[in-house]
């Protein structure tokens, strides 16, 4: 008997509704320095494909968005991050189902920020999706280890 070991991304099943596809998958795209994007690019490039990550979970190409504003630009706070400011203000909405990352735990700069977003995505029934998995906020089974 062979025993197949199942990827994050395929233990969605329940997670993702029709009205999630419906709205936007948006991939937010950071690196804190030019250095960063210079000497990491195998990063960068796994973060602008998560934008195939996305049309394999089913949205359309149309549906995805990438916030890359802030590649490159070390950042203290929301208001020098105006690619954050976009994230924030899309997810609050109702305009978006799914936000990607490759790190999400660094996602945002500070706890404020990243307790902001989850309360957004929790408010809204945006999903969040990591390369281990796909996450929703309300949820108490939803084990995150962020923040």
Known sequence: MSTTATAPWDRIEGKIQPWHRDRLAVIYVRQSTPQQVLHHAESTRLQYGLTQRAVDLGWAVSRVLVIDEDLGHSASGMEARPGFQRLVSEVGPDHVGLVLGVEMS??????????????????????????????????????????
């Open 106 to 147: 660094r996602l945002a700069r500070s706890g404020r920020e990243w307790h902001q977003l989850l309360e957004l995505c929790a408010l809204s029934g945006a999903l969040l999706a990591d390369p281990d998995g796909i996450y929703d906020p309300p949820t108490t089974t939803t084990r995150c280890c962020w923040g």
